[in-house]
């Protein structure tokens, strides 16, 4: 199943059920007007939007066409929005690159940050920033979105509350990051909001390609037109989705809306390309000594795509362009 929220005047949208080819959608108000309802309801929800879907794809019901660009994130705002760092591929080059190692707490304890939620941008929403010296770039990555989650719940319990699964991008600024770390307080300014795929899926939607809890896929990048990545999501993720769940429960509930992201999705394998610029940078460093590739300037665009075997779009894609903000 897929589904979207349309920008409405309401803060929060209107959710609505999207075909599989993405061309067709049907606002469901007999069964939630948001998203965030349904997931609060997601027992009694879900069956009749599965209904609802299948309809849409064989037919048997009016639609609209459906438009990417009119689409919000899938939770405009969300109750929380916690990002982890799956790929030690990724941390480990950024730790390489100025000279440290990568500790071994990190290959059985994820790291992880919670970001600011209370505006999350759409797949066409630019990248809105006031200065190209703040370090400008983009993070590909791929997000779940929960129910309810009991306090210390196991791995194993974790993964039947992956309810939805997105694409994100997490955009930082990287030159503002390296100051707030050294408070020891985490991050705030280096973390501007984030922007998510035009639809967020159901796991059954993703076949084989949904894996104990790894979305086995390439993640394509393109920045400016041009292929920038295409790593595999699922080839290198040290800390699959239910361990990530059961880290972020560790010491609290999580609420039905709940948004845990993958981190960057990195391989191993470098001819796959990169997911954000940074590591292309700390890798240039580490292999010639010097950073080449720049941050991304105004009017600059990103691309973040996930395409099944067959190559058809999965999500639809992310699509930002980086704009001044005054």
């Not at 990568?102 to 999350?120: R, T």
């Not at 993720?237 to 609420?255: D, G, P, V």
Request: proline share 4%; glycine share 8%.
């Amino acid at each position: 199943m897929k589904l979207a929220t349309l920008k409405t005047a309401d803060r929060d949208g209107s959710v609505v059920v999207v075909n599989r080819e993405l061309t067709k959608a049907k606002f469901v108000p007999d069964i939630a007007l948001t998203l965030q309802e349904a997931l609060d309801n997601w027992a009694g929800a879900e069956p009749r939007l599965q209904q609802a879907y299948q309809a849409l794809n064989e037919g048997e019901m009016d639609f609209f066409p459906f438009d990417a660009c009119q689409a919000a994130a899938p939770l405009p705002r969300a109750y929380q929005w916690l990002d982890g760092s799956a790929y030690l591929s990724h941390v480990e080059r950024v730790r390489k690159a100025r000279g440290a190692d990568l500790p071994k707490s990190l290959l059985n304890d994820p790291l992880m940050y919670q970001g600011a939620s209370d505006i999350m941008l759409g797949a066409c929403d630019p990248i809105e920033t006031v200065s190209e010296d703040w370090g400008i770039d983009f993070e590909a990555e791929v997000g779940v979105i929960t129910d309810d989650v009991e306090l210390g719940i196991s791995c194993g319990d974790a993964a039947s509350h992956i309810k939805l699964i997105v694409l994100i991008n997490d955009v930082s600024l990287r030159r503002l990051i390296p100051d707030e770390l050294a408070k020891g307080f985490g991050f705030l300014h280096g973390k501007p909001a984030s922007a998510f795929s035009p639809v967020a899926v159901t796991p059954d939607e993703l076949g084989a390609a949904w894996n104990l809890s790894r979305l086995h896929l390439p993640l394509t990048v393109h920045w400016n037109g041009k292929l920038f990545g295409h790593a595999n999501a699922g080839t290198d993720m040290q800390f699959n989705f239910a361990r990530l769940i059961a880290h972020a429960a560790k010491t609290r509930k999580l609420s039905a809306g709940t948004i845990i992201g993958s981190g960057t999705v990195s391989n191993y394998d470098s001819t796959t390309g990169y997911s954000c610029i940074v590591e292309k940078r700390v890798v240039e460093i580490v292999e010639t000594g010097k950073a080449v590739t720049g941050f991304m300037h105004f009017g600059d665009q990103v691309r973040i795509e996930m395409l099944d075997e067959q190559g058809h779009s999965v999500f639809g894609a992310i699509e930002q362009e980086v704009r001044q903000c005054r």
